[in-house]
């Protein structure tokens, strides 16, 4: 008997999904093969249903299988046309038109939106005509912004879309091309014309622009009424789904705290939406006798709320996430009306489902996990409660009680994803939430539905509302604020790898099996996990007690400088952490060298140095000061008057980190047989020639030694190589300001004698870094190149006799 155990049949299709989407993931292209599979099995189905029917099954979760890869397949290898704008790319300025196609994200400096490209300018002046989407920075500001539908004409070149090649880096290519982007433009918003008749807006795009309207009005109604404070860019978060405009030190709070959930328009927030207008058409329609006798009040009710809730998930922008939630909530709603409530598990399953057909990249979602992990988690654990019956009564404390579990739940099934995407672990997750849910979910969240509704019609009303919910927000934060300075209320960890989550759920599994009563199934899951632990942790001390090396790591971080220095005798430093200008809001600390360190299994830093307060070295650092245990900082005696340099001693007094300066403490750290030796900055160097004056100094390790001389110019280099006492000969030398034609010169270089040269530059910077008389005076010397913009991160390993060097590129 094959059918009849597999019950709900629907969750066994789900898993059966999952695995064809998995499988399609890691395999290469061969759309065809699977093609013919899906086809063979379809033809073979109805022979098996007509002799076997007890087979049918087996087939039936065969041909799910096939159309999961099948699915993600097509996704990762599109067969685009030759007129795909992904055949323009990195090429001249060139005048682009397109449609937009999305609500506009609005940033701090600037404002994003998707354009699906019909034509383009060739070099010849002709206009072709293409296709595929893009992303379109828009920067400045101006009376009349492009809006969904809109035709625009704008120049600019379109940009590729790149990865910062580091290990274990994320994927930011592959996410685009998930969502079918291809490529990203920059322009200014003055520089767009908007080529959009009155006539030319069909009805749809009329509809969406009223609502993106209604949603931005709203926003800057907030914004206005609350001076763009961080109480109002969170209420505009939730509220209208705006959740870029959250600042990073919010998100950073919230995510300690453990209620960066409800940031974001998710399950949560549409489930509290569904049961606010439940409520009421339920109470409405309660005053029809007729209804109300044939118990049908409840059911139309159910079926009235599927259409505010839609309306409501496209006014708050309709993004993938809020997709997902809405098709599960529509389900749930539908399962209620049929009196199927009770089958959650089928109907979870039945949502999956048509989420995974309609979007099989869903399935690598960080919200789509976490929302079905949360659920599946809650289902199980209530299960466990059955027995206690006064948690499913109607009074008051059942619910608080109840509100706990759910909680305790949906955090205990989603912290092994939590600390394996955001690297943080809050032990006040559960009476954060316990405070944060009600006053963002049942307080400030409808109301401010209320003050929707009200603020083109009554403005004062609505302003006293958001007034209201303003001073709500404050106090949640100042509460949060407190839970997370109380000592070991959050910390941050390593990421976990994906073998080390899977046991981790095993023991769950088995621990939730046992108080089931079972006893064969929680014997497996334990020793299965147990296994899987002990191997992972063997294979860990084995790499750490193999023979020691000194490693050094440059970390591509663009147009910039990063690298680890990781020692024999196991001390970790960090030189320098990359940074854009002031005028980008990407924080290389954040998205690349912390997830870098993190993914090395490092949370603490001996020693971090700063070679210089600019920004391309600096900027990155502050998140790595306030997220990891520092011992110290090392720098030179330069200051700057700048917010960033500001924040970075201020973060240090504040955190207890010294700040050391070598060229004041004996020039030379010594940790056994790995040395770091400075060299002293010119006296003849103004203090204000922060470049010149930057700190200078050679790691030895026995007979191996590389040079970092950060961004110094010709009059430095010239200085250092004059003196007598000054030892710059290296194996390795880290180019000087990322191969610019005022360094490296040959007398530096000929000092030097390095066998090979890193340089860490920008694909295609603006500065035009390397210079190629600088490439061609390294291969004139026989010196090997390396760059972070071709080769990726460069990871050097040496025994102090020998040294080898792998590229992101060839491991």
């Known amino acids: 008997m094959f059918f009849r155990p597999l019950k709900p049949a629907s969750f066994f299709i789900f898993l059966s999904l999952i695995a064809g989407i998995l499988a399609g993931n890691l395999s290469p292209d061969n759309k065809t093969l699977s093609f013919f599979v899906f086809a063979a099995l379809l033809v073979l189905s109805f022979p098996v249903f007509y002799f076997?029917?007890?087979?049918?099954?087996?087939?039936?979760?065969?041909?799910?299988?096939?159309?999961?890869?099948?699915?993600?397949?097509?996704?990762?290898?599109?067969?685009?046309?030759?007129?795909?704008?992904?055949?323009?790319?990195?090429?001249?300025?060139?005048?682009?038109?397109?449609?937009?196609?999305?609500?506009?994200?609005?940033?701090?400096k600037k404002q994003k939106i998707i354009l699906l490209c019909q034509t383009i300018e060739t070099k010849d002046r002709i206009k072709e005509k293409v296709t595929g989407k893009i992303n379109l920075n828009i920067y400045g500001l101006s009376k009349k912004s492009p809006e969904f539908g809109d035709i625009i004409m704008f120049k600019s070149s379109i940009?590729?879309?790149?990865?910062?090649?580091?290990?274990?880096?994320?994927?930011?290519?592959r996410f685009l091309k998930l969502q079918e982007i291809y490529g990203t433009a920059y322009t200014d918003i003055k520089k767009i014309k908007i080529l959009t008749r009155t006539d030319q807006i069909d009805f749809f795009s009329q509809l969406v622009r009223k609502t993106e309207k209604v949603r931005t009005n709203y926003y800057h109604f907030i914004s206005n009424h609350t001076k763009s404070?961080?109480?109002?860019?969170?209420?505009?978060?939730?509220?209208?789904?705006?959740?870029?405009?959250?600042?990073?030190?919010?998100?950073?709070?919230?995510?300690?705290?453990?209620?960066?959930?409800?940031?974001?328009?998710?399950g949560l927030h549409l489930s509290i939406v569904s049961l606010l207008f439940f409520y009421f058409f339920y109470r409405v329609l309660s005053f029809m006798p007729l209804l109300l006798i044939a118990a049908r009040s409840k059911k139309i009710a159910g079926i009235l709320t599927i259409v505010p809730l839609t309306i409501y998930a496209i006014f708050s922008g309709f993004s993938p996430s809020t997709q997902r939630a809405l098709i599960m909530i529509i389900v749930l709603l539908v399962s209620f009306v049929s009196e199927k409530e009770k089958d959650i598990l089928s109907s979870l399953s039945v949502a999956g489902i048509l989420i995974l057909i309609l979007d099989s990249a869903a399935l690598f979602s960080i919200s789509f996990q976490l929302s079905f992990i949360?659920?599946?988690?809650?289902?199980?654990?209530?299960?466990?409660?059955?027995?206690?019956?006064?948690?499913?009564?109607?009074?008051?404390?059942?619910?608080i009680v109840?509100?706990?579990?759910?909680?305790?739940?949906?955090?205990?099934?989603?912290?092994?994803?939590?600390?394996?995407?955001?690297?943080?672990?809050?032990?006040?997750?559960?009476?954060?939430?316990?405070?944060?849910?009600?006053?963002?979910?049942?307080?400030?969240?409808?109301?401010?539905?209320?003050?929707?509704?009200?603020?083109?019609?009554?403005?004062?009303?609505?302003?006293?509302?958001?007034?209201?919910?303003?001073?709500?927000?404050?106090?949640?934060i100042t509460f949060s604020e407190f839970l997370v300075s109380i000592p070991n209320s959050w910390s941050r960890i390593a990421t976990l790898q994906w073998i080390e989550i899977a046991a981790i759920y095993s023991f769950f599994a088995s621990i939730f099996f046992v108080l089931k009563g079972q006893r064969k199934i929680p014997a497996y899951l334990l020793a299965l996990s147990f296994l899987v632990l002990a191997f992972n942790f063997s294979n860990d001390r084995l790499q750490k007690t193999s023979k020691p090396n000194l490693t050094i790591t440059i970390i591509d971080v663009g147009q910039g400088n990063s690298a680890l220095i990781q020692t024999p005798e196991g001390k970790n430093i960090l030189v320098d952490g990359g940074g854009f200008s002031e005028i980008s809001s990407f924080d290389t600390g954040r998205f690349i060298v912390a997830p870098f360190l993190w993914k090395k299994r490092i949370r603490s830093l001996d020693y971090v140095i700063l070679s210089h307060p600019e920004s391309?070295?600096?900027?990155?650092?502050?998140?790595?000061?306030?997220?990891?245990?520092?011992?110290?900082?090392?720098?030179?005696?330069?200051?700057?008057n700048s917010k960033n340099y500001m924040e970075l001693i201020t973060t240090c007094k504040k955190r207890n980190i010294r700040i050391l300066n070598p060229l004041n403490e004996g020039k030379q750290m010594d940790f056994g047989t790995t040395r770091l030796l400075f060299y002293e900055s010119s006296k003849d160097i103004p203090l204000y020639d922060f470049n010149n004056n930057s700190l200078?100094?050679?790691?030895?390790?026995?007979?191996?030694?590389?040079?970092?001389?950060g961004d110094i110019l010709n009059e430095r280099e010239k200085n250092l190589s004059a003196r007598n006492d000054s030892d710059l000969q290296s194996s390795m030398l880290l180019?000087?300001?990322?191969?610019?034609?005022?360094?490296?010169?040959?007398?530096?270089?000929e000092k030097v004698q390095p066998e090979s040269v890193i340089i860490s530059c920008g694909w295609r910077n603006s500065y035009g870094f390397p210079h190629y008389k600088v490439l061609k005076r390294y291969n004139k010397m026989g010196i090997r190149i390396l760059r972070t913009d071709e080769d990726g991160a460069i990871c050097i390993s040496s025994d102090g006799k020998n040294h080898s060097i792998l590229t992101y590129k060839d491991g």
């Open 229 to 266: 404070s961080k109480t109002g860019k969170i209420m505009a978060s939730l509220i209208t789904g705006k959740k870029e405009v959250i600042p990073p030190d919010m998100r950073d709070l919230f995510s300690k705290a453990g209620i960066s959930h409800l940031l974001a328009i998710s």
């Open 616 to 640: 391309d070295h600096l900027n990155g650092l502050l998140f790595i000061l306030q997220n990891f245990d520092v011992n110290a900082l090392i720098k030179n005696s330069d200051k700057r």
């Open 696 to 709: 200078v100094f050679k790691v030895i390790y026995k007979d191996f030694s590389m040079l970092f001389p």
């Open 374 to 399: 949360a659920v599946v988690f809650i289902i199980c654990g209530l299960s466990l409660l059955t027995k206690v019956p006064f948690v499913f009564k109607k009074n008051l404390f059942s619910k």
């Open 402 to 476: 109840m509100m706990m579990f759910v909680t305790f739940f949906a955090s205990l099934g989603t912290l092994p994803l939590t600390a394996h995407y955001f690297n943080v672990v809050s032990t006040i997750a559960l009476i954060s939430n316990l405070i944060a849910i009600p006053v963002l979910g049942f307080i400030v969240l409808p109301s401010g539905l209320v003050s929707l509704v009200c603020f083109p019609y009554f403005p004062w009303f609505a302003t006293f509302i958001i007034n209201f919910c303003s001073q709500l927000i404050s106090f949640l």
């Open 159 to 173: 940009r590729s879309v790149r990865n910062f090649m580091n290990p274990g880096a994320f994927d930011y290519k």
């Open 52 to 108: 076997n029917k007890k087979m049918i099954f087996i087939f039936i979760l065969g041909l799910v299988f096939s159309v999961g890869y099948l699915f993600i397949q097509i996704k990762l290898f599109p067969d685009v046309p030759s007129h795909h704008i992904s055949n323009y790319l990195d090429s001249k300025k060139t005048v682009i038109t397109g449609r937009v196609v999305s609500f506009a994200k609005h940033y701090e």
């Open 735 to 749: 180019s000087p300001h990322h191969g610019s034609s005022t360094s490296s010169t040959k007398f530096f270089l």
